[in-house]
Structures are given as structure tokens and as C-alpha cells.
């Protein structure tokens, strides 16, 4: 097998030609309209909001920073601008059973209207009612009755006194009651002058007294009847006051609505009520102790008003709402209370709209892991969405154990596009976990990541900086700042022939470069204000990094950068804190003895590893087994380690560095600790990509330039890696110089070579490998421990 060669250095960074880019500075560019890359998400967009058929809500889904909040509102207003306007929404109060408030539906702009209308209408009636019931009309009518009523009273008494008389009894009234008293004399006797008389004289008295008070008994029998006749005169005397004055003015708002459903009903019931409680209405303390027109008029909305709930009268098109906070009563209303002396008391006044009051007929945007945040959220929008209606209830009522008197508005009916914004992560955990969400939420808008880097894309991408920059009121970009910022987004996206779709962390970027720019006093963002902004942001976040650089610089950590041992490697590892990533070696070791315990994963043993980093040791096994134990069992012990790691471990990227520990360690064949290697192997010794490639390499770099550049160290990584390789300057630079070295391989043997230094043998006709090979004494030590414990 020949021997490898590094990697040149235009394979570890691709260069943006400034060539494809025409222009100076992006000064001269059109503005980039749409939205970078997306073009199946604006196509799913397209299909989603143009499907009128019930489930097809859309999940917008991609990472943070990809602009797919941007995105979904800048589509929906686009189209919702074209659309109809939705109706307006009120409540009105149920006359018959406040309990139950009246929903009403108008077309946009007309709901305001009516409450005006309606307002008017009230004081007008209410200013009225009074001065027409002092009218001298009304007050003789009234006197009318009562003199009625007095008149068959005093005829009943008058014949009362006449035989009272005959029999010298005089007639009184006190309080409200009749009474009889004896006369003599023209003067009624008192108690002492009629215990005077004789007994007959006064038996008789008393007998005459007992039968007039029967004959007033029988005179006054009608008395209730004439009271309720009376009554009953008032009343459709105050009826047919009250409705002369009231019915012009309700019939003619009546009138003016009569094309709308409902308000023809409820006009009549407003009608019934004030002709029937005109009285009480006059006399209701309430008004009359309301010091202020506000606090009277505010009194007669509390009764008589509308509420109206949804205005869309200055709406253009339908409405997009997006709810930032989507708790039970944001998104579907509430009903208020206020504490009247201790008591909690409300009205079809106090009700309150929510996000999907709003949004009917229209869009509503959420965030997916705010809306699983808030409890019973989720399963009332899914209830709402499929009965096709909004009910404003209390979610906590079943639950509390205390029954309290409240409104119970009647339901309006929903007619809205659901969209919610979230995760990948999100989106798969509902798919699973919610059998109604794949029914409730057909529309999948998925947004890419990357996007392929190609002339045309590049030349877009340079306009959408143009663009981003004026909205963020940056200075213009200079053709080589864009370069720049090119290959930033190439190394970002992890990959040499992708841009990244993270438009967010695009932005960041160009806002601190022109930070830079002002500092220095210039005019345009060059690539060196770029360059400055990265080296920045790398220093803020690279505490921890230099911590652990320190901690091997002073021996803390063991690790080598020259030399060579047995059993040892240099594996490269990524460490992950919140969203800083930065690379750096780790120490592998292996030991092999005779026994029959196989590959032990120390990290797994301890339970440090996880299940994709165990997956990887097992493998090792397998590969062991196929390539050389074919004619013989496979039988050692044998241990491997990440030394001086004491947190949880996963994936599979040093599996290649534990096989060649492993034979290092079996044969005694020492590798060379000039090198760092990383990468994920299968069981046919096959090298499989990994990831955070670049911060690997830089991780070990590092360290080797701090302790002092060989032109012998170097890094190892998997072949189908190389087309991720957007390496810092300084990197490229020392590769150039010839000071460091970036091997790719395919396979383990061509591993071994680099990091032993000598043949790894070529597989002969009998299946054995070439003499004094790497492969030959792995299959003759092999051996040796089958036979040690064989023979034991």
C-alpha cells in the first residue's frame, strides 16, 4: 500500500472567487426580495394557505435563525392583503337570561356602527322616558285612575258611616285601618265615659260595633280587586307611555339593521324590556346617584350597550395575528370580574377577546413550544379547530371544586388557518405522541438549513446582504467582505459547497463587523472588519477553551504532541457548552492481555458512555473478528479508555482511534504521537464521516502551535469528511508552510500505516497478510492468546 499524502490546501478551504461577484461594493445591487433558499417552503406555503378545506393548518419547521418566523409573516400578509375582510364580532346582552349573552355577526366596519347607533338610541330613550311621564297627558290619566280607584273606596265607607250614624257610632281612619268608637252627645266617648254606662248600653254599642265592622268586612271585599284593576291600568298606562316614546326610536336603528340576522330579535326584546321596566328604569337608584353623564352613561352600556369584540373595520384584507404568550384566556378570551363591596360581579361587558377572535377568518401564528407550554392549551385549539367554533370558557371550573355564577357567552363560529411555528424535534414529538395532529396540521413547511453554493447563489446571497445591511442601517459591503462572508456561511453550513440558511447569525455577524468599521473610522465593510467581528466573537466564548488548552500546556491533562507509545492515541473530541463548540484531544488507551472478556468499554462499565459511543467499542469486536480471526476463535481481554474524561461520552467518532490503540496495544507497535485522529468505523474497517470535523482539527492545532510547530503533527480524519473542510487562516496557512498535516483515509489499514509508520500488509492467497506487517502480527498475536488460553 502506497503511502497517503496530506491533503493540499485548497482542499481545507474553499476560496470564494471574487470574480463571480460584479460589482465593487453591494452599494450598486438590487435588494433582494423573497426569501434565500426556500423554495419548497414558499411552495408548501403556497399550497398550504390556498387549501380552503378543514385540516389544513400548517407547521412551519426548521432551526432557530433559519427567518421562519419572517418568513411566515411576511407569506400570510402578502396573501392575506388580497383577501376579504371577516366579519365584525359583538355581544350583545340576553334580556331574557343575562346569563347567556347574545353573539352577533356583522360585516366588517358595521358592528362599530351599531354600537354608536345603539348608544345614541339608549340616552335618547333613557333622556325621554322621564320628561314624558311629568307630561300633564300622563298625569291626568294617571289622576284619572286613581280617582277611580278612591271613588268606589269612599263609596263603600260613605255607606259604612251612614249606619254607623244610626246607631250613634262615629267612623275613623288611622294609618291605613277603619275603626268604630261610640258617640254621645256629638262626641265620641272615651274609655272611662263608656265604662260609665250602663252594661246594657254597653252591650248594645258593642254588638252594633261587631256588626258594622262584618259590614265593612263585606262592604270592602273588593277592595284587592279594585287595587289590582287599578294596578293594571297603571301599568299599560306606563306601557303605553313608554312604548309611544320608545318604539319610534328602536324602529328606526331596527330599521337600519333589519338585513341582519338576530338584531331584528333582539331589537324587539329591547323594545319589550324598556315598555315593561319603564318605571324601574326611571326610578333605578343607580342612575339617579350617578353624579356624572359618564357614570350614567357608563350605567346604560352596562345594560343596554354593545360589545363589540372584534372590529375590523380599518383591517386591510384579513387579519394575521401572531400570539407571542398563548395562555388559555390570550388565546381564547375571558370573562372580567370586578369586586362590587366584596361580592365578584360581571356583565356581558366584561368579556374579552382572544387571539382567535381576532384572527377569524383570517391567520393565526404561534410558536409550537410556547403553546405545549401553557396547560389545556393545546387540546382546547384542537377542539375549537375541529368543531369549528370558539367557546370562551374557564379551564380551571371542573377542576377547582367551587361552582361560581358566571356568564356562559354563546359560541362564535371559527373559520381560521392555524400555523405553527417549531422545531424539527417538536414537530415528530406531536406526530407521535398526538394521533389527531397529522389530521389537524396537514401541511408540512419545512425550511432547509443550506443551500447549494453555486454562482447564481452567491450573487443572491450578495444581494441579500445588501439588503440586510439597509434594514439594520449598516454601511454597504465591499465585493471582498462578501467573499468573506461566503466562506463563513460555507463553514457554518459544515459543508464547502453549501451556504448556510441561517440568516440570523448572518445578521449578527454583519452588525458586528460594522462595529469594526466604526472603530477604524471607515467607510465600507471590508473583509478584514468581517475577519475582526469572528475573532471577536471567538474570544468572548473562548474562556473555556483556553482553560482546557492551559490544563495540558501545564500537564494537568496528559497529552502528546511528539514521541511515540504504545496503546496510546490522540483522539479529537468536540465539546458542546450552550451554543459554543470548540474542539480539543483526548487521550485514548487500550491494554490487552490474555482472557476471554472480549473488548471491555471502560466508559460504558462506569456508565459515562452512552448507547451510540458503546454501539462503536462493540463494532470493534466485529471488525476484529472479519479481518483477522476468519480460520481461528477470537478469544482476548482487552480494555480501552478515554483517559481523564469524567462526564458522559457519546457517538462514535473515536472508534477509529480505539481500533488502532487496540493494536497498538496488541502488537506492541507504537504510534506515533505527532498525529490526532478522529472518525467513526464499521465492521468492515470501513471510515465513516463524523461531525464538528473543523473545530477537531483546529482543537489539535492549537495545542501544537502553542507548544511549538514540528512539520511533523498532523490530524487524520475520514476520507468523506474533506468536503466539510473550511478551516481558520492560520491552519491553512501552516499546512502551506508545510509545519501541519491533514490526512484523509477510507480505511483503518491506511490509518495504521500513517500512525505506525510502517507496511500494513496486503492480504495473500492463503488469507494470511505479507511478513513483518502491521496486519501479519496482529493475526500471529491474535493467535498466541488463543493458544495461551487454550492450552491453560
Given at each position: ?51 380552503r378545506r378543514p385540516g389544513y393548518n400548517l407547521f412551519v419547521m426548521g432551526n432557530p435563525h433559519t427567518g421562519r418566523f419572517s418568513f411566515a409573516m411576511e407569506s400570510l400578509k402578502g396573501i ?71 271613588r268606589h273606596y269612599d263609596q263603600a265607607i260613605d255607606s259604612v258611616e251612614k249606619r254607623a250614624r244610626e246607631n250613634s257610632i262615629a267612623v275613623y281612619q288611622d294609618a291605613g285601618t277603619v ?614
Open positions: 500500500m502506497e503511502k497517503l499524502k496530506s491533503l493540499p490546501t485548497e482542499a481545507l478551504y474553499k476560496v470564494c472567487d471574487t470574480d463571480i461577484l460584479p460589482f465593487l461594493t453591494t452599494e450598486t445591487l438590487e435588494n433582494f426580495n423573497g426569501f434565500f433558499g426556500q423554495e419548497r417552503a414558499i411552495e408548501a406555503m403556497g399550497f398550504g394557505v390556498g387549501m392575506a392583503k388580497k383577501e376579504k375582510k371577516p366579519s365584525d364580532w359583538c355581544y350583545l346582552n340576553n334580556l331574557l337570561d343575562d346569563r347567556y349573552p347574545v353573539s352577533m355577526e356583522l360585516q366588517a366596519g358595521k358592528a362599530s356602527q351599531l354600537r354608536r347607533d345603539n348608544k345614541r338610541m339608549i340616552e335618547t330613550i333613557m333622556t325621554e322616558l322621564p320628561a314624558v311621564f311629568e307630561n300633564p297627558a300622563y298625569q291626568r290619566k294617571k289622576s284619572k285612575i286613581e280617582r277611580d280607584f278612591n275603626g268604630f268608637t261610640p258617640v254621645a252627645e256629638g262626641q265620641a266617648m272615651d274609655e272611662a265615659m263608656f265604662s260609665q254606662l250602663p252594661e246594657e248600653v254597653r252591650d248594645s254599642f258593642s254588638k252594633n260595633i261587631s256588626e258594622l265592622e262584618d259590614y265593612l268586612t263585606e262592604s270592602l271585599t273588593e277592595l284587592p280587586q279594585w287595587r289590582r284593576e287599578a294596578a293594571e291600568k297603571m301599568k299599560i298606562l306606563d306601557r303605553d307611555t313608554a312604548r309611544q316614546t320608545a318604539s319610534p326610536l328602536i324602529q328606526s336603528v331596527k330599521e337600519k339593521y333589519n338585513n341582519i340576522s338576530g338584531l331584528a330579535d333582539y331589537f324587539n326584546q329591547l323594545e319589550s324590556h324598556i315598555v315593561k321596566n319603564s318605571a324601574d328604569l326611571i326610578n333605578d337608584e343607580r342612575l339617579i346617584e350617578a353624579r356624572t353623564e359618564n357614570g350614567r352613561r357608563t350605567l346604560l352600556d352596562d345594560q343596554f350597550g354593545v360589545n363589540l369584540l372584534v372590529d375590523n373595520s380599518k383591517t386591510k384584507g384579513s387579519p394575521v395575528i401572531f400570539e407571542a404568550h398563548p395562555s388559555y384566556e390570550n388565546l381564547f378570551g375571558r370573562v372580567e370580574y370586578n369586586n362590587d363591596m366584596g361580592a365578584m360581579v360581571t356583565n356581558y361587558q366584561m368579556i374579552r377577546p382572544g387571539a382567535l377572535h381576532k384572527a377569524n377568518g383570517g391567520y393565526l401564528v404561534l410558536e409550537a413550544e410556547k403553546l405545549l407550554e401553557q396547560p389545556f392549551v393545546y387540546g382546547a385549539l384542537k377542539r375549537a379547530l375541529k368543531a369549528h367554533e370558539i367557546r370562551i370558557e374557564n379551564p380551571m371550573s371542573e377542576y377547582s371544586g367551587i361552582s361560581t355564577i358566571t356568564l356562559s357567552p354563546a359560541p362564535m363560529p371559527l373559520h381560521v388557518k392555524v400555523v405553527l411555528i417549531g422545531g424539527r424535534d417538536t414537530y415528530y414529538l406531536l406526530q407521535e405522541m398526538d394521533q389527531d395532529f397529522e389530521k389537524m396540521f396537514r401541511v408540512v413547511v419545512d425550511f432547509d438549513e443550506d443551500v447549494e453554493r453555486a454562482p447564481a447563489t452567491i450573487r443572491n446571497y450578495a444581494r441579500l446582504m445588501k439588503t440586510l445591511a439597509a434594514e439594520e442601517s449598516l454601511a454597504p459591503l465591499t465585493r471582498d467582505a462578501v467573499a468573506r462572508l461566503v466562506e463563513q456561511s460555507s463553514r457554518l453550513s459544515g459543508d464547502q459547497d453549501l451556504l448556510s440558511a441561517h440568516i440570523g447569525e448572518l445578521v449578527d455577524l454583519l452588525c458586528e463587523a460594522d462595529y469594526k468599521r466604526k472603530s477604524a473610522g471607515e467607510d465600507l465593510i471590508n473583509a478584514k472588519h468581517v475577519e475582526m467581528a469572528l475573532d471577536a466573537q471567538e474570544k468572548r466564548t473562548g474562556r473555556l477553551a483556553q482553560k482546557i488548552l492551559e490544563s495540558i500546556l501545564n500537564e494537568t491533562v496528559l497529552i502528546d504532541t511528539d514521541g511515540e507509545a504504545v496503546g496510546k492515541s490522540n483522539g479529537l473530541t468536540v465539546l458542546q457548552v450552550g451554543d459554543v463548540s470548540f474542539g480539543t484531544p483526548a487521550r485514548i488507551t487500550a491494554t490487552v492481555h490474555p482472557g476471554s472478556r472480549g473488548i471491555v468499554d471502560i466508559e460504558r462499565e462506569v456508565q459515562l458512555g452512552q448507547s451510540i459511543h458503546s454501539k462503536g467499542v462493540l463494532i470493534l469486536s466485529g471488525y476484529l473478528g472479519h479481518q483477522y480471526a476468519q480460520d481461528f476463535p477470537l478469544t482476548l481481554s482487552a480494555s480501552i479508555a478515554l483517559e481523564q474524561s469524567y462526564g458522559y461520552i457519546d457517538g462514535d467518532s473515536a472508534s477509529l482511534a480505539e481500533i488502532c490503540t487496540l493494536i497498538s496495544a496488541l502488537t506492541h507497535i507504537p504510534i506515533f504521537q505527532q498525529y490526532a485522529l478522529t472518525g467513526s468505523i464499521n465492521q468492515y474497517g470501513e471510515v465513516q464521516a463524523i461531525g464538528g470535523v473543523n473545530e477537531k482539527i483546529e482543537g489539535f492545532f492549537k495545542l501544537c502551535e502553542t507548544r511549538g510547530l514540528t512539520g511533523k503533527q498532523g490530524v487524520i480524519i475520514p476520507r468523506a469528511n474533506v468536503r466539510n473542510l473550511m478551516l481558520k487562516k492560520t491552519v491553512v496557512e501552516a499546512v502551506e508552510r508545510g509545519d501541519f498535516s491533514v490526512y484523509a483515509v477510507a480505511t483503518v489499514d491506511e490509518c495504521l500505516q500513517i500512525l505506525m509508520g510502517r507496511s500494513v500488509g496486503k492480504r495473500k492467497a492463503d488469507g494470511g497478510f505479507t511478513q513483518r506487517s502491521i496486519n501479519h502480527h496482529v493475526v500471529k498475536r491474535l493467535k498466541e492468546l488463543h493458544k495461551a488460553i487454550t492450552s491453560s
